[in-house]
């Protein structure tokens, strides 16, 4: 059975940093591209970067550049987050999805979902 599963959010004060996880099974990240979307209180959700199976990144949210950082682990079948920089704007849930096709900022074709992580910049 495919599944994602995040984790490292939390709280973090301005200016901080965290980094997220996306553990795959069930699955190949070497077929698939991984998404990162967020999606804060009373707004839709957004595409935020993509890494594809070949390695390729995307960034989606013009607001994370020079900030935020995909990378993945093949050997792991793991895709990170690394979030520098942290602001109150950044407070979301953060979720991950698979797609098998190349990288997408639309949802609506990710083929599975991660439970999601929260994230709150606070201080």
């Known amino acids: 059975q495919p599944q994602l599963v995040e984790s490292g959010g939390g709280l973090v004060q301005p200016g901080g940093s965290l980094r997220l996880s996306c553990a795959a099974s069930?699955?190949?990240?070497?077929?698939?591209?991984i998404g990162w979307f967020r999606q804060a209180p009373g707004k839709e959700r957004e595409g935020v970067q993509c890494?594809?199976?070949?390695?390729?990144?995307?960034t989606y949210a013009d607001s994370v550049k020079g900030r935020f950082t995909i990378s993945k682990d093949s050997a792991k079948n793991t895709v990170y987050l690394q979030m520098n920089s942290l602001n109150l704007d950044d407070t979301a849930v953060y979720y991950c999805?698979?797609?098998?096709?190349?990288?997408?900022?639309?949802?609506?074709?990710?083929?599975?979902w991660g439970q999601g992580t929260q994230v709150t910049v606070s201080s």
């Open positions: 890494i594809s199976s070949s390695g390729e990144s995307t």
């Open positions: 069930g699955f190949s990240l070497d077929f698939y591209s």
């Open positions: 999805a698979a797609l098998r096709w190349i990288c997408s900022a639309n949802a609506r074709v990710y083929d599975y």
